[in-house]
């Protein structure tokens, strides 16, 4: 009999993915979570309904996750990536040579440890990289007391619902920029602004109240239905996101121009340029 797996995240539209093989349907600890095949998107990842990745094009979110911020950063030396539990941010940040640690804050080991199984080409061994430290908790509980500061914080969330919901929050983010290194740098993954504009909207609301500069830039990625997916962007240096495109050819070559499927340098500077119904959101 067809299997056909429903996404349910938004209030008058859903997706259906045929499941053409079931690998892993239950519970976890914290959220429901579906592992299948299919014929379009290769093998998927659903969380509490809402796809998380899919080895057909979770490529263009990861690169942009964190080629991004580390780039425009350009000086990093530790990272936080809160959530993330596939390894795709994760190993596309270890693809910077310059960065000594990155640490993972996973609050669902279930996630880690079916995604090593069944999706070993998306952490592609970044797990078992001597620069990596996995930390299995809530992320707000993580950065609400650890001492540690990092260069960059990369938010690879679900959506605002079930577990991932705190992670939207002002304390959240206010312990983030506590987090944060003179000069960091955080980066959220903030929605579908077509379909989320209210979440966006917030949080760019807090990262104004909290920073000096607070925008967003965009990619689309194919399994995130409805639209262009919105990374929010908080910092204290107004100069990170104005990098030109000659300083980031560089700074790619200096880190070894290693390859990249959607990520460039001109891509880069051209996620900024927000359409307005973007910028009206980022703007207020
Ligand atoms: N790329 C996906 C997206 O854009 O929606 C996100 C993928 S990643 C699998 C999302 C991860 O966030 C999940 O592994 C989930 O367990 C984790 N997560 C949710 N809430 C969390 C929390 N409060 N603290 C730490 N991790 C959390």
Known sequence: MERWVEETLHRGFRVRLKADRVLFDSETEHQRLIIFDNADFGRV???????????????VYHEMMSHVPL?????????????????????????????????LCEIDQSVIDLCREHFPDVSAGA???????????????????????FDVILVDSTDPIGPGAVLFTKEF??????????????VTQNG???????????????????????FAYLATTPSYFGGPMSYGWATDDVDLRHLRHDAIERRYADAGAFPTRYW???VHVAAFALPTYVRELVEG
């Open 45 to 59: 990842m659903m969380l509490d309904n809402v796809v998380q990745v899919s080895t057909a094009d979770e490529f």
């Open 71 to 103: 780039f425009a950063h350009g000086r990093a030396k530790r990272a936080l990536i809160v959530g993330g539990g596939d390894g795709g941010v994760l190993r596309e940040a270890l693809k910077h040579p310059d960065l000594e640690q990155v640490t």
């Open 127 to 149: 797990y078992d990289d001597p620069r990596t430290r996995i930390v299995i908790a809530d992320g707000t509980k993580f950065v609400a007391v650890t001492n540690e500061r």
């Open 173 to 186: 983010y206010t312990d983030c920029r506590r987090c944060l290194a003179p000069g960091g740098l955080l």
């Open 192 to 214: 579908l602004p077509f379909l989320q504009a209210p979440e966006l909207k917030q949080s760019i609301g807090y990262f104004c109240e909290l920073f000096d500069d607070a």
């Open 264 to 266: 460039r340098p001109d």
